[in-house]
């Protein structure tokens, strides 16, 4: 296990609505990144936060938003749902800026948009 | 965009059998990462590589790092079952870029 939670495990949408996953960090880690990962595909970069901020932004649109806390753990939030939002939602945490590092991988939260 | 393209996108082997995945990006790296992930899981950190021509090992999985640090390959000895899963290289400095997962390499084993 990595020590990185997240929740819920499932959730099923229907299009037009907002949904808020949520990331606990590993301990000691102040880095979060958020991946998309459609069925079959690689996991797809969304934005990463560090120390409360967004630090690098992948081409996703405004609609999809994060927030880190000052305990490092984070939220994705998704608003306006479509159906190509279903995916996997991986949070990963990590703890270097500057330098690339390990991330340590949450089991993800399956969403369903229907 | 920065694409990091991944060759095969599959790959069926016989158990016993050797397996490599090749790695290649459009631009010059600074490091590269590996990553499997099993069937129905996460991601999970296999290495990190940093410099040209570097070679590492891990019991019967060995890396390499390109000259030009600009593709990179992972190979399996003799795999077996557990060996099962998808193989991804990966990309990007923290803020620096954009964090960029390879294509993949989807590892089956025909027992």
């Known amino acids: 296990e990595t020590g990185v939670t997240q929740s819920p495990t499932h959730l099923i949408k229907t299009r037009g609505q907002q949904v808020t996953l949520r990331c606990s960090s590993q301990s000691g880690h102040n880095t979060v990144s958020w991946y998309q990962q459609a069925l079959g595909q690689g996991p797809q970069f969304i934005f990463q936060?560090?120390?409360?901020?967004?630090?690098g932004r992948g081409n996703f649109p405004p609609r999809f938003s994060g927030l880190q806390f000052p305990n490092y753990s984070s939220e994705l939030n998704v608003n306006a749902l479509e159906l190509d939002d279903s995916a996997l939602y991986l949070c990963?945490?990590?703890?270097?800026?500057?330098?690339?590092?390990?991330?340590?991988f949450g089991p993800g939260t399956r969403l369903t948009v229907l | 965009g920065q694409q990091v393209m991944q060759i095969p996108q599959y790959q069926h082997v016989q158990e016993g059998e050797d397996f490599t995945t090749y790695c290649n990006s459009s631009t010059t790296l600074s490091n590269i990462q590996w990553y499997k992930q099993r069937p129905g899981g996460h991601p999970v950190f296999l290495i990190q590589?940093?410099?040209?021509?570097e070679v590492k090992k891990q019991k019967r999985l060995t890396f390499q790092f390109g000259e030009a640090k600009k593709n990179s390959s992972l190979h399996i000895t003799a795999t077996q079952t557990t060996d099962v899963g998808t193989y991804f290289c990966f990309k990007g400095n923290f803020g620096n870029e954009k964090l960029t997962f390879g294509t993949g390499t989807r590892l089956t084993i025909i027992p």
């Open positions: 936060y560090y120390r409360e901020e967004e630090n």
């Open positions: 990963a945490s990590s703890s270097n800026l500057g330098v690339s590092n390990e991330q340590f």
């Open positions: 590589l940093v410099k040209s021509g």
